[in-house]
Antibody, heavy 121, light 108 residues
Framework: EVQLVESGGVVIPPGGSLRLSCAASGFTFKDYAMHWIRQAPGKGLEWVSFITWDGYSKYYADSVKGRFAISRDNTRNSLYLQMNSLRPEDTALYFC??????????????WGQGTLVTVSS | EIVMTQSPPTLSVSPGERATLSCRASRSVSTKLAWYQQKPGQGPRLLIYGASTRATGIPVRFSGSGSGTEFSLTISSLQSEDSAVYYCQQYNSWPPFTFGQGTKLEIK
């Protein structure tokens, strides 16, 4: 059974930094690309970032480019999101999500339950 | 950026009836279109990918159709557990991967 378990969400003041983690199990993690996708309270889904299976190619939404950094450790079956210069509009539930392929960008076939980041003073 | 527009925003249908949800892309996405179901307090679940292929374990009452810019998700013989928000997403032209704003399906 595929499991994606996010952690690291907290209440943090504007301008702060935070690292989210995602522990993956139930599939061969190193063979698949991964995403971070977020959902502001009461709102829809917004794609944040994508990383290929080998970690060499990374992509970001314009809203987070230059502030967030995605990474992965295939030896630990883990995905990360380093979030810097946080803004109130970054407040959201952050989902770790598995891509259906290794690098070409496909459907998201599994999602975690999310970890809540609240940016507020 | 490809903009995805879903309609209607809310749909109320009686159990046993059919529901049809629509999704339009601002330019062609071929058949690189997925549908997701999200229930309160849960992460989304993949229903359909490639515009018309059911994901693993998805009941046959869920079906997808369309190509290019016009897509639909049909749920035949609605059941109470189908009450949820449904999202479409394109993965043809990225970044960014883009989602529709969602359709909330209510079962009367």
């Amino acid at each position: 059974e595929v499991q994606l378990v996010e952690s690291g969400g907290v209440v943090i003041p504007p301008g702060g930094s935070l690292r989210l983690s995602c522990a993956a199990s139930g599939f061969t993690f190193k063979d698949y690309a991964m995403h971070w996708i977020r959902q502001a309270p009461g709102k829809g889904l917004e794609w944040v970032s994508f990383i290929t299976w080998d970690g060499y190619s990374k992509y970001y939404a314009d809203s987070v480019k230059g502030r967030f950094a995605i990474s992965r450790d295939n030896t630990r079956n883990s995905l990360y999101l380093q979030m810097n210069s946080l803004r109130p509009e970054d407040t959201a539930l952050y989902f770790c999500a598995k891509d259906g392929g290794s690098s070409s960008g496909r459907e998201v076939d599994y999602w975690g339950q999310g970890t809540l980041v609240t940016v507020s003073s | 950026e490809i903009v995805m527009t879903q309609s209607p925003p809310t749909l109320s249908v009686s159990p046993g009836e059919r529901a049809t949800l629509s999704c339009r892309a601002s330019r062609s996405v071929s058949t690189k279109l997925a549908w997701y179901q999200q229930k309160p307090g849960q992460g989304p679940r993949l229903l359909i990918y490639g515009a018309s292929t059911r994901a693993t374990g998805i009941p046959v009452r869920f079906s997808g159709s369309g190509s290019g810019t016009e897509f639909s998700l049909t749920i035949s013989s609605l059941q109470s557990e189908d009450s949820a928000v449904y999202y479409c997403q394109q993965y043809n032209s990225w970044p960014p991967f883009t989602f529709g704003q969602g359709t909330k399906l209510e079962i009367k």
